[in-house]
């Protein structure tokens, strides 16, 4: 395991159980206390978690942990998304990325060897970077002002660009999906960029894990009859039931 993945393993772990000790992670994670100590130490220095005497537990917040610090989270759940996002683009077509963790597994299944040969539009910079080595995909970015949770370009730059193309489809990340509000981010300035995102696009496909079903968050991205489909996992049966019940297509995986 290296450096990273140990970090996203611990701000994971301090998620769940919101106390850590040093003796015990290092055992579970399979290294030194020594180097679970450093591991606290640089987490602390960003304020990801407070340090005690014997661990650390964790950091009270107001908004959500940088993204990177949050891929690790219902991986399986958001890698099942992804792949069937990813089975609805096809050859020539003009992909929307949105920032988040679960657009980045789509873009990730998108840019897998032998995929179709396409262009991503994306405001999110860390999707734009791994895709950049892609041979077959085209990478547009937006430009604007980043947001350094998720790593989303905002602003007007980044709504020049956008009103400038046209998409075939748009997969978008939420914050939350509730079957009457629609689509919401708890930044006013990343809905405001993900609705026109959403806008330009002939399809828009909401992607978001179960837990986001039925939650609202601070600002709409869109109503919930803009939604061509909603692609979720299987774990929520009766809040997907809901948006199918209200005429939103689900897709359940």
């Known amino acids: 395991m290296n450096r990273h993945e140990r970090h996203n393993a611990l701000v994971g772990l301090l998620g769940e159980r919101q106390q850590v000790e040093v003796e015990a992670v290092a055992i579970e994670l399979r290294v030194s206390v020594a ?19 014997g661990g650390a537990v964790a950091r009270t917040v107001a908004y959500d942990l940088p993204q990177r610090y949050r891929s690790v989270r219902r991986l399986a759940q958001k890698q099942r998304i992804a792949e069937a996002a990813a089975a609805m683009v096809g050859p020539s077509m003009v992909i929307g990325l949105n920032g988040g963790t679960t657009t980045t597994e789509v873009a990730r299944a998108i840019g897998e060897p032998g995929g179709c040969a396409v262009t991503i539009v994306t405001n999110a910079l860390n999707i734009a970077g791994e895709l950049a080595a892609r041979p077959h995909i085209k990478v547009v970015t937006t430009g604007g002002v980043v947001m350094p949770q998720s790593y989303e370009l905002v602003g007007p730059l980044a709504g ?50 179960s837990r986001k079903l039925g939650t609202r968050a601070f600002a709409r991205i869109c109503a919930p009859a803009e939604i061509d489909l909603l692609v979720t996992d299987s774990e929520a049966p009766e809040q997907a039931a809901e948006f199918t019940r209200r005429g939103v297509r689900v897709l359940q995986v």
């Not at 509000?181 to 002939?202: P, Y």
């Open 160 to 209: 020049r660009v956008l009103r400038e193309v046209s998409l075939d489809i748009a997969f978008i990340g939420v914050d939350a999906v509730d079957p009457a509000l629609g689509a919401s981010a708890h930044s006013e300035h990343e809905a405001s960029t993900n609705a026109l995102l959403a806008q330009r696009a002939r399809r828009l496909v909401v992607v978001a894990d």
């Open 35 to 53: 180097t679970i100590r450093r591991d606290l130490d640089h987490l602390a220095e960003q304020q990801l978690l407070t340090r005690t005497r």
